[in-house]
C-alpha cells in the first residue's frame, strides 16, 4: 500500500499513455518476495549531465545559491524527472516489490541530492520506508571499490530476510556493469528456497530526458519484463527518422568472469555510441528552446 496520497503524476516532457493493470500474479508454491533494487548516479540522478552545468554544489548544498540561479529549464527538468521516480515506485510497490537503492556513492551525496533537489521524492521515500544504502560507506575501508555493490547486495539482501522458506525475485536497475555483476553474483546465495535475479542496463551517460524515459519504459512495461526468463536486458534509446525509439533489449551475454577487469573496456566503444544518442535526445527535447551550451566531459 502506497503511504500518504501519493498518486501517480505525469511529465511535461514525454507523452504518456494511462492504462489499469492488474498487480504482477506468480504461479508458485512457496511464498515469493519480489524485491527492486536501485541505483542513484546515473540511474535515477541525472549526475554527469548536471555536470555539464557546472553547477557548485558547494554552494547549492550549503543553500548558498539555488538552482534558479543557474538554468531555467533544469527545475523543469528534475520536476518531471522526480515525477518519473515516484510513478515507477508507485507501480513496483503495487505490484508488491520492495524498493532499495544502493549507490557506490558516498550516502551524504545522496541526502543531499533528495533535500535539494528532489523534496518531493525525499517525503515518499521516507513515508514508504525505502532504504538506502552507500556500498562505499559500508565497504571502502575492507575492499577495493570493484567489489563495494557485490558485497552490498549480498548483505542487504541477507540483513533483511531471513525467512529461508521464501522465493526471491530481484529487479535490480542500473546503468553500470558494477550493478550487473552484483545482480548475477546473488545467484550464489543459497540461503533462500529458490532466488531469481534480473537486470536492466540503463544507457551511459544519460540526460534527464534519457531518464525519464527509460523509467516511464520500465513502469508501463513492468509485467512484461518480470515474467520473462531472460536475465539481462538493455536499454536502448535510438533516433529514428520519425523520431524518437526506446526499447528494453534482451541481453543473452549472461556469462562473466569472477575478476573480468577489461569488461568496462570492452565496453567504451559502446558508451560513446550511447553517449551520442543521449546528447543528440537532449537536443531533440530542446530543438524548440535556447540552446545551452554544455561541454561533456566523460
Not at 62 to 71: A, G, M, P, R, Y
Not at 182 to 203: D, E, H, P, S, Y
Request: glycine residues 0%; negative net charge; charged residues 30%.
Amino acid at each position: 500500500m502506497i503511504k500518504k496520497n501519493f498518486s501517480k503524476t505525469f511529465s511535461s516532457s514525454t507523452e504518456d499513455s494511462v492504462s489499469i493493470q492488474s498487480p504482477i500474479h506468480f504461479e508458485h508454491s512457496k511464498p515469493i518476495q519480489l524485491i527492486s533494487i536501485f541505483d542513484w548516479d546515473d540511474t535515477l540522478f541525472c549526475t554527469k549531465y548536471f555536470d555539464t552545468f557546472n553547477l557548485n554544489y558547494s554552494d547549492i548544498f550549503s543553500f548558498k545559491t539555488s538552482l534558479q540561479d543557474f538554468n531555467p529549464y533544469l527545475l523543469n527538468e528534475l520536476k518531471d524527472l522526480e515525477n518519473s521516480i515516484i510513478n515507477l515506485f508507485i507501480e513496483l510497490i503495487e505490484n508488491n516489490f520492495e524498493i532499495f537503492i544502493i549507490s557506490n556513492a558516498d550516502k551524504k551525496w545522496i541526502d543531499n541530492c533528495l533535500i535539494h533537489f528532489f523534496q518531493e521524492l525525499k517525503e515518499f521515500i521516507e513515508e514508504n520506508s525505502i532504504k538506502i544504502y552507500s556500498a562505499k560507506n559500508m565497504f571502502s575501508s575492507i575492499t577495493n571499490s570493484n567489489y563495494w555493490k557485490k558485497k552490498c547486495f549480498k548483505k542487504v539482501i541477507l540483513d533483511n530476510y531471513k525467512d529461508n522458506n521464501l522465493e526471491i525475485k530481484i529487479l535490480s536497475i542500473g546503468d553500470s556493469f558494477d550493478e550487473k555483476r552484483a545482480t548475477l553474483n546473488l545467484r550464489k546465495i543459497n540461503f533462500f528456497n529458490k532466488i531469481k535475479v534480473q537486470f536492466i542496463k540503463m544507457i551511459f551517460c544519460p540526460s534527464a530526458i534519457s531518464i525519464i524515459l527509460q523509467l516511464k519504459y520500465i513502469e508501463n512495461n513492468l509485467k512484461d519484463i518480470i515474467q520473462k526468463q531472460s536475465l539481462l536486458f538493455k536499454m536502448v534509446i535510438e533516433q529514428k527518422n520519425y523520431g524518437i525509439e526506446i526499447n528494453c533489449n534482451d541481453d543473452f551475454e549472461e556469462e562473466y568472469e569472477e575478476n573480468d577487469e577489461n569488461e568496462d573496456d570492452n565496453n567504451k566503444e559502446i558508451n560513446n555510441k550511447e553517449e551520442n544518442v543521449c546528447i543528440n535526445l537532449l537536443n531533440h527535447f530542446l530543438k524548440k528552446k535556447k540552446k545551452v551550451k554544455r561541454n561533456l566531459k566523460i
